[in-house]
């Protein structure tokens, strides 16, 4: 399980581009979004730094 911290988070918008830009990494990834914590956890075999990629390259880099 992955869990990343995303400060820029602030919408239902923003959700599901985290959402979706870690699921890009891993199409069989469970993804969780807190948006009022401003978290997202990943449960994904794949590297952390895939997705640390992948979030920041859709504008969310964990903080």
Not at 20 to 26: C, K
């Amino acid at each position: 399980m992955h869990e990343f911290k995303l400060p820029t988070m602030s919408c239902g918008h923003c959700v599901r581009a985290v959402t979706e830009a870690a699921q890009e990494v891993d199409p069989q990834a469970r993804v969780e979004v807190d948006l009022a914590r401003k978290e997202a956890r990943v449960e994904s075999s794949q590297a952390r730094e895939r997705f640390v990629a992948a979030l920041a390259e859709a504008g969310y880099a964990p903080g």
